[in-house]
């Protein structure tokens, strides 16, 4: 298995399988999504079992996602339609991109991916255009 390393990695619990299964994660994990908090008792078994072992886990719902994905810096953002229903401050700007081909990579990773209507292509294009960056970009 591939082992990528990264600072932050933001997972939507929707595409939680397709996007994590061949990527080994050894910082922290962050997940988000109508499934969060279901999954905060399982989620450090879940990722051992497909050998994907951070260092930390954090189950977020997304209204806390979204404000950390806003107001951190953490990166950049693929937006879902529950995301842009958040209602944000003022204070906060809106990270978020409709493409890829744009993004800088010197930052840790966010993905805040659509909901259970994302498209299969699209989830294996994302899991391979993030390795591919993550082995160009050693430093976060």
């Not at 390393?5 to 397709?18: E, L, N, P, R, Y």
């Not at 988000?32 to 260092?55: C, D, E, M, N, V």
């Not at 909901?115 to 591919?132: C, F, G, V």
Request: charged share 20%.
């Amino acid at each position: 298995m591939e082992e990528i390393s990264c600072c932050a990695c933001f997972i939507s619990c929707d595409c939680f399988w397709s996007l994590s299964i061949n990527i080994h994660i050894n910082d922290q994990v962050f997940i988000y999504g109508k499934l969060a908090y279901g999954l905060s008792r399982f989620t450090k078994l879940l990722l051992s079992k497909y050998q994907i072992h951070p260092k930390s886990v954090f189950n977020l719902g997304n209204s806390e996602a979204a404000y950390l994905c806003a107001g951190s810096g953490f990166g950049v953002t693929f937006s879902s339609e529950e995301y842009l229903k958040i209602p944000f401050p003022d204070e906060y700007t809106r990270p978020i991109i409709c493409s890829i081909e744009n993004v800088l990579w010197k930052r840790p990773i966010v993905l805040a991916c659509k909901s259970s209507r994302l498209e299969e292509p699209l989830i294996q294009d994302m899991a391979s255009i993030i390795r591919l960056l993550f082995f160009q970009t050693s430093d976060c």
